[in-house]
């Protein structure tokens, strides 16, 4: 072999090792970085502790390596393969990652027409820690959607009882209330105060809508507000209606998901199962489980696949969800002496038919308008939540049905008494 040859060979390796070096360091500054972050803002014991920690660590691959058994040896190069290869692959996934964030910047003005970029004025929460969930502060916010069309504002006002303000006509009231119970979908994200579903179902029907959503809800805080707030109390008719709305990703709040756990820190309502209350917060009552997610999610591999759990429910976490569903209606019931309680399918949302046949079971009565219409083509401001033209649409269909049920139960109530001998 000559001495070219030689050379070559010897600069394509240290080249390769370079290059390896250099993605493997990119994979721990990027899965690793805010531990580094808090290790150099460490004291000096902490920072002893981690470099001793470190140093035996090594001493002990080292000895093994050089002095232990074959089988113990096979191991740790089995692991320091495994591990030098993660790394690479995160290192690499960290790039791609790095060159779509710089893609979708470059291109921002076509990426700004499916989800708008939005900035709040002034919004404010009023937390519950001990049971992992928030409402919104009494007072008026603005949020500003930056659109490929330019600007969107709309202004929020919520009442002293953390409820958005629902304009009423009431020369139109007939003296019943309807209470909404839910999330975004509920609460009119990204729509003006006189765009909601509530606001036009008071509108259609003369009802007094009361409007209890909150952004990023699920039937866990559905239950939870019921379990500590009264709302007949806060209600001034006597008889009305009550409806929660339902879309898919509720199920993944309420299991929840390894995402909706890592976003929200923990921060969900955890409902005890047997007991069906809420009992303290998910970073609470599953702090294990927790950190492993956040661990899991650090990963740039996990964040550019977009990996999520569970991929599919099973019966039991179903089931787990139409409990909690039943329960808020048993809630609902008993502070207001009506089983009233309507789950409104939203429209593109179809429901499970394990889950329906759940709900079915549980006496829920459902209104299913998942295929009642299609907005994911015209949405709202934001460009995730339907526009106001969709909530008055569903509105009306709303109308029209519980007035039939009302006058069918009306009906029911005068056959009734007419069987009793009571007219």
């Given at each position: 072999m000559n001495k070219h040859t030689t050379f070559y060979r010897y600069l394509f390796w240290v080249i390769l090792v370079l290059i390896t070096g250099f993605v493997v360091v990119i994979g721990i500054s990027t899965v690793w970085r805010a531990d580094i972050n808090s290790f150099l803002k460490a004291d000096l014991i902490h920072r002893l502790r981690y470099i001793l920690t470190g140093v035996g660590l090594v001493a002990l691959i080292g000895y093994l390596l050089r002095?232990?058994?074959?089988?113990?040896?096979?191991?740790?190069?089995?692991?320091?393969?495994?591990?030098?290869?993660?790394?690479?692959?995160?290192?690499?996934?960290?790039?791609?990652?790095?060159?779509?964030?710089r893609h979708q910047l470059s291109f921002s003005g076509r990426k700004l027409e499916k989800r708008a970029t939005s900035r709040n004025n002034?919004?404010?929460?009023?937390?519950?820690?001990?049971?992992?969930?928030?409402?919104p502060a009494p007072g008026q916010y603005e949020s500003i959607y930056s659109t490929a069309k330019g600007e969107v504002r709309i202004t929020y006002h919520i009442d002293s009882l953390s409820r958005r303000i629902t304009p009423f006509d009431t020369r139109q009231a007939t003296g019943k209330y309807a209470v909404f119970l839910?999330?975004?979908?509920?609460?009119?994200?990204?729509v003006a105060d006189s765009s909601t579903m509530p606001y036009f179902f008071g509108k259609e029907t003369g009802y007094r809508p009361y409007n209890y959503g909150v952004s990023g809800h699920s039937p866990a805080h559905m239950l939870a507000i019921l379990q500590t707030i009264n709302i007949r109390k806060q209600i001034l008719e006597k008889s009305g209606v009550a409806f929660y709305t339902y879309i898919d990703d509720h199920l993944a709040r309420v299991s929840p998901?390894?995402?909706?756990?890592?976003?929200?820190?923990?921060?969900?309502?955890?409902?005890?199962?047997?007991?069906?209350?809420?009992?303290?917060?998910?970073?609470?009552?599953?702090?294990?489980?927790?950190?492993?997610v956040q661990w899991m999610y650090k990963s740039n591999i996990i964040k550019l696949f977009k990996i999520n759990f569970p991929r599919r429910y099973s019966t039991k976490q179903y089931q787990h969800f139409a409990n909690i569903v039943r329960k808020a209606?048993?809630?609902?019931?008993?502070?207001?002496?009506?089983d009233n309680f309507y789950v409104i399918i939203f429209p593109e949302y179809p429901l499970d038919p394990e889950l329906r046949q759940m709900f079915e079971q549980s006496?829920?009565?459902?209104?299913?308008?998942?295929?009642?219409?299609?907005?994911?083509?015209?949405?709202?401001?934001?460009?995730?939540?339907?526009?106001?033209?969709?909530?008055?649409?569903?509105?009306?269909?709303?109308?029209?049905?519980?007035?039939?049920?009302?006058?069918?139960?009306?009906?029911?109530?005068?056959?009734?008494?007419?069987s009793n001998g009571l007219k």
């Open positions: 002095y232990g058994k074959s089988w113990a040896k096979g191991t740790i190069i089995s692991a320091l393969i495994f591990m030098i290869f993660w790394l690479i692959l995160e290192g690499l996934c960290g790039m791609i990652l790095f060159w779509k964030e002034n919004f404010r929460l009023i937390r519950n820690d001990e049971l992992g969930f928030s409402r839910g999330c975004s979908f509920t609460y009119g994200e990204s998901s390894t995402t909706w756990a890592y976003n929200s820190s923990g921060y969900l309502p955890s409902v005890n199962p047997a007991k069906l209350v809420v009992d303290g917060s998910y970073a609470q009552t599953h702090p294990v489980r927790l950190k492993l209606k048993d809630l609902y019931q008993s502070q207001f002496g009506n006496n829920l009565k459902l209104l299913d308008y998942s295929k009642l219409l299609s907005w994911l083509t015209m949405p709202a401001a934001d460009g995730m939540h339907p526009d106001g033209d969709t909530y008055r649409k569903v509105a009306q269909q709303l109308a029209k049905d519980v007035g039939r049920e009302t006058n069918r139960n009306s009906l029911d109530q005068q056959n009734l008494a007419y």
